[in-house]
């Protein structure tokens, strides 16, 4: 996900960092989150750092679980009207790419998003028609949320792994918008989105039927 949450609404760009509400988000300030790609040179600095939002499409797992809920006429829904930025796998890769081949990319951050914003809800249905089926939806009470995050720590704990749910994933994802502006990348490296929410859900779709993921 993007840096942090930002509950005026406004895209996180580059400048002025953003305000993160979690010690994540905060830590993300001044250091890589997990789906950045950051680029080093022989001296070990780095060069130029591309960090996408949620990204999906075939062989993402990103919204998986997502389809898999709505495979089973379930349309989970968080509290609140929460918005998000997400990128296709692909346009992400040619964001990627842009910044490997132009100079100008060197000592830059750029987030990669769009071309839509959207939210749990709006996904939901695009699943729904994707998967040719319908669903119903449910609204998951924050007390669920709270003890499913406690219980993925607990299942983490004993483990050893990263639990793919924890109470502090629970306060990012219910804290407020995550949204952010490629307005850089596409001013300065001529990157922009090509493939709409709508369309890229329907490819993931028919790759993960394909691949029998769902």
């Given at each position: 996900m993007p840096p942090g949450p930002r509950i005026s609404s406004v895209p996180n760009t580059t400048s002025p960092p953003p305000v993160g509400s979690t010690p994540y988000a905060r830590g993300s300030m001044i250091r890589p989150s997990a789906s950045s790609l950051r680029m080093y040179s022989r001296s070990s600095s780095w060069v130029w750092k591309v960090r996408p939002p949620a990204v999906y499409g075939p062989r993402e797992k990103a919204l998986l679980k997502y389809f898999r809920a709505v495979k089973c006429h379930v349309r989970p829904r968080l509290p609140g009207?929460?918005?998000?930025?997400?990128?296709?796998?692909?346009?992400?890769?040619?964001?990627?790419?842009?910044?490997?081949?132009?100079?100008?990319?060197?000592?830059?951050?750029?987030?990669?998003?769009?071309?839509?914003?959207?939210?749990?809800?709006?996904t939901g249905r695009m699943i729904e028609r994707a998967m040719e089926t319908w669903s119903l939806p449910f609204q998951i009470p924050g007390f669920l949320l709270q003890a499913a995050g406690l219980a993925g720590e607990l299942v983490g704990a004993v483990t050893g792994r990263t639990p793919?749910?924890?109470?502090?994933?629970?306060?990012?994802?219910?804290?407020?918008?995550?949204?952010?502006?490629?307005?850089?990348?596409?001013?300065?490296?001529?990157?922009?989105?090509?493939?709409?929410?709508?369309?890229?859900?329907?490819?993931?779709?028919?790759?993960?039927?394909?691949?029998?993921?769902?």
């Open positions: 009207s929460r918005r998000f930025s997400i990128v296709y796998a692909a346009d992400h890769a040619r964001a990627v790419w842009e910044a490997l081949t132009q100079d100008r990319a060197v000592g830059r951050i750029y987030f990669v998003g769009g071309p839509d914003l959207t939210s749990f809800e709006e793919f749910l924890s109470r502090e994933k629970i306060r990012e994802i219910t804290s407020g918008d995550w949204i952010v502006s490629s307005g850089r990348i596409r001013t300065e490296l001529g990157w922009s989105p090509a493939t709409a929410l709508e369309d890229g859900i329907r490819e993931t779709a028919r790759w993960y039927r394909e691949a029998g993921w769902v």
